[in-house]
């Protein structure tokens, strides 16, 4: 890039020897000892400037040569510190400070929000404050459609709407309001109730459609058929009770259609297979909405639609958040997309979706959650607690060492470890949480496989790794290499009768409720396609591939690498689990999650 200038939104000060940039996470930096020439070209960069030019400073002021000066813009650079001047469009500014603080390509944000086409079923409490963001924030052209007219009470919540316009079509007044706001944005109208015609014949052609009205019951079918011929996406948005309801959003070909999680909702989990739930016998129901919280969804709702307007990820994708709007406790419910469905089955992704469905990472969930509020932290941690027994000068291998805990708990003991793992960034986590009086004794290595040590550790752990493997034996050969003959070889595996199963659940205002286990196939084994859940048992994690092997297959493995079984523990969560982590203790202390197996090696002449 030919010109820099540091990012605009990242505040500079020096506090002490420290440079700060920015404040928190992922644009928070902190440069320790920095020189006085790097605070001045901070400075300097506070403008855009040439880069040549920001050499030349880099040079003359601070002895660089131009080959280190190079090196240091683009360190600069890569940070995410400096990079190219963010387009100063008068209107549109704020907006384009904030892409780029995110991620979003904010020097094309505008032409793609401008070339858009979104539509809003139902222009009520969520969908006439959608309209509003999304008109503010330059999207080309809305179509609003709703039969419905002004009343007194939607003024709670309705702020396009005032007493002067009470009477009169919803979605002629909003129009009129939204080219008031942005004149460079075209507003349709269509001033009908939902019908299956309505979204082939106006809302064919858009990008997204904003799906904030609840009725007819059909609603929910005809968009999804219709976004399917299409290839539209569509965002459902409402509430429930005294919840706020963003998602799905269905992006065809990409994420589960309306028909691969229809008979998944509140109602249908109470019934058998093939019934369908009957009338609602209160004909005196009626809604209570509330103004605050149609504005927390429609925020939530017109934050996703620009987001995937602008090719980035949306957390809505395939997924139903929810927000309690007592406590503002936010949980999710994942809905995969099933390769059997009928209806969506054979379609193709579109290209335009390719980057909206988060792409979550095991180690993305290990580095928010593996410390404190995870089921390994809560039940396995405190059982290696027990089975570590190493002191100073003894050698530990941690196989499999993800972010280190067992490596930071060996090492507080005393002991030399080494954690191997193959993710890079694994290690990079083990690093960045390791105390300093600790870091002689910890060694770490990366690779495809593990370097070969012979007879060299007192103590080897090996936790949750062995699922991850189409084949066990390579792996519990190299233990018994690795371990000495009067040694100790922990290994830990999901237990195959938890991982043979699954939930059946149900959520009750804002918290899983776990009723039972379904077993049906504990001796099938070979590879399974499992979803993780988050501490708060939301699914964060979609698809991930692991091996279901039986207790006997363990056990039999275990004996050919040369070991004795002298141990085997269930761990269960401590007591105090039940009310710092409800969730996990709803699961664990019923379910055994984790098999643990102490182990010695045979040794020649052994007769035990």
Same mark, same amino acid.
């Given at each position: 890039m030919?010109?820099?200038q540091?990012?605009p939104?990242? &505040?500079?000060r ?7 940039i920015?404040?928190?996470?992922p ?21 855009? %400037?040439?880069r ?18 190079? @090196? ?13 001047p963010?387009?100063? @469009? ?5 907006h384009?400070?904030?892409y780029?603080?995110?991620?979003l ?19 009520g ?5 959608v ?11 809305l ?7 002004i ?5 709670? #919540? ?16 909003a ?10 944005v ?6 009908e ?47 429930l &009770? ?9 992006l ?6 309306y ?9 249908? *989990?109470?019934?058998e +297979? ?8 209160n004909?005196?129901? *009626? ?15 017109a ?7 602008l090719g980035?990820?949306?957390c ?8 309690d709007s ?7 419910e994942?809905?995969?997309? #099933?390769?059997d ?5 054979? *379609?193709k ?9 988060? *792409? ?11 410390? &404190? ?5 809560? %039940?396995?941690?405190?059982l ?6 190493v002191? +100073?000068g003894?050698?530990?291998l @941690?196989?499999?060492c993800g ?6 708990m ?7 470890v080494?954690?191997?793992? #193959? ?9 960045v949480a390791l105390?300093?009086e ?9 690779g495809?496989r ?5 007879a ?11 699922d991850h ?5 390579p ?10 003959d009067d040694?100790t070889?922990?290994?830990t ?5 938890k991982?043979g ?8 205002r804002?918290?899983?409720?776990y009723?039972d286990l379904?077993?049906e ?15 708060g048992g939301?699914i ?24 004795y ?5 269930? +761990?269960?969560p ?7 982590h ?5 699961k ?6 984790f098999?643990?197996f ?5 040794t ?5």
């Amino acid at each position: 890039m030919d010109t820099l200038q540091l990012k605009p939104y990242l &505040e500079a000060r020096r506090l002490g020897n420290t440079l700060r940039i920015g404040h928190l996470p992922p644009n928070g930096t902190e440069i320790l000892d920095a020189p006085d020439f790097l605070a001045e070209l901070i400075t300097l960069l506070s403008a855009p %400037v040439k880069r040549d030019n920001a050499v030349t400073h880099l040079t003359s002021t601070a002895g660089l040569s131009e080959e280190g000066a190079e @090196d240091l813009l683009d360190q600069l650079t890569e940070a995410g510190i400096v990079g190219s001047p963010i387009p100063d @469009d008068s209107r549109y500014a704020r907006h384009l400070l904030y892409y780029d603080m995110t991620g979003l390509p904010a020097g094309t944000a505008q032409h793609s929000l401008a070339s858009a086409k979104v539509g809003v079923v139902g222009t009520g409490g969520i969908g006439s404050n959608v309209a509003t963001l999304l008109a503010a924030a330059g999207v080309g052209h809305l179509v609003l459609t709703d039969g419905d007219h002004i009343e007194l009470s939607n003024l709670t #919540r309705q702020f396009l709407y005032d007493e002067e316009t009470v009477g009169r079509p919803k979605v002629e007044v909003a129009a009129e309001r939204l080219r008031r706001l942005n004149s460079t944005v075209q507003v349709s109208t269509v001033p009908e109730p939902a019908s299956p015609a309505l979204f082939d014949e106006h809302l064919a052609d858009c990008d997204l459609v904003v799906l904030s009205a609840d009725s007819p019951d059909e609603l929910h079918e005809w968009i999804d058929a219709a976004a399917r011929k299409h290839s539209f996406g569509y965002l459902a948005a409402g509430y429930l &009770e005294s919840f706020g309801s963003v998602g799905p959003l269905v992006l065809p070909g990409t994420t589960a259609c309306y028909e691969c999680f229809r008979h998944s909702g509140e109602l249908e *989990q109470y019934l058998e +297979p093939g019934e369908t739930p009957g009338p609602n016998l209160n004909l005196g129901m *009626q809604a209570g909405s509330y103004g605050p919280l149609n504005v927390i969804v429609a925020a939530m709702a017109a934050n996703e639609v620009l987001r995937s307007l602008l090719g980035g990820d949306c957390c809505s994708a395939g997924t139903r958040l929810m927000v309690d709007s007592r406590s503002y406790r936010l949980h999710s419910e994942h809905f995969p997309r #099933r390769a059997d469905c009928l209806a969506c089955g054979d *379609q193709k992704p579109d290209p335009r979706w390719q980057g909206a469905v988060p *792409q979550v990472e095991l180690e993305d969930l290990y580095e928010s959650d593996r410390a &404190e509020a995870s089921l390994n932290s809560v %039940v396995l941690d405190p059982l290696m607690a027990e089975l570590i027994h190493v002191g +100073p000068g003894m050698r530990a291998l @941690d196989y499999g060492c993800g972010t280190g805990e067992q490596v930071r708990m060996i090492a507080a003991r005393g002991a030399n470890v080494v954690g191997f793992d #193959r993710s890079a960034r694994m290690l990079e986590l083990l690093q960045v949480a390791l105390p300093t009086e600790f870091a002689n004794r910890v060694t770490t290595v990366t690779g495809d496989r593990l370097p070969e040590y012979t007879a060299e550790f007192d103590l080897v752990v090996c936790n949750n790794v062995l699922d991850h493997v189409a084949d066990p034996d390579p792996v519990l050969a190299q233990l018994r290499r690795a371990v000495r003959d009067d040694g100790t070889v922990l290994v830990t595996v999901p237990h195959p009768v938890k991982d043979g199963a699954s939930w059946n659940r149900r959520n009750v205002r804002g918290q899983w409720q776990y009723e039972d286990l379904r077993l049906e196939q504990y001796f099938t084994e070979g590879p399974v396609t499992k979803h993780r859940e988050g501490p708060g048992g939301d699914i964060v994690m979609e698809a991930m591939t692991t091996h279901h092997r039986t207790v006997q297959t363990y056990v039999a493995a275990i004996l050919r690498a040369g070991f004795y079984i002298t141990g085997l523990h269930e +761990p269960q969560p401590p007591a105090e689990a039940a009310a710092t982590h409800p969730e996990i203790w709803a699961k664990a202390s019923r379910v055994p999650y984790f098999l643990t197996f102490v182990l010695s090696p045979q040794t020649t002449g052994d007769r035990r």
